[in-house]
């Protein structure tokens, strides 16, 4: 069975970071596309990130563009979410997705184009 679990979410001030685990079970990681996704409370999903297969491609969303990197740990077949400087818009419910078809720079990650969903972490940024 195909699994992912995040790990990671908490509250932060804002300026400050977290880092997101998504961690795979049922899988390699490395051969999906995986996304990141947030959904703030009354808002729409919105997404984050993505990082590809073997090409390690990337993409992310232009309100996190320079704050935000992902990466893969194929012998954890974990993905992270590195979040600095964030802000408190940056509150909401973290997932992270695979079976994307695409991940390719510019873009648009399309939530609809994946197929396995984690529970989510919260994440909220106050002071």
């Known amino acids: 069975q195909l699994q992912l679990a995040e790990s990671g979410g908490g509250l932060v001030q804002p300026g400050g970071s977290l880092r997101l685990s998504c961690a795979a079970s049922g899988f390699a990681v490395g051969r999906y596309v995986i996304g990141w996704f947030r959904q703030a409370p009354g808002k729409e999903r919105e997404a984050v990130s993505c990082i590809g297969t073997s090409d390690g491609r990337t993409n992310f969303a232009d309100s996190v563009k320079g704050r935000f990197s992902v990466s893969r740990d194929d012998a954890e077949n974990t993905v992270y979410l590195q979040m600095n400087m964030l802000v408190p818009e940056g509150t909401a419910i973290y997932s992270c997705?695979?079976?994307?078809?695409?991940?390719?720079?510019?873009?648009?990650?399309?939530?609809?184009?994946?197929?396995?969903w984690g529970q989510g972490t919260q994440v909220t940024v106050s002071s």
């Open positions: 997705a695979g079976g994307g078809t695409y991940c390719v720079a510019a873009v648009p990650i399309r939530s609809d184009q994946y197929q396995y």
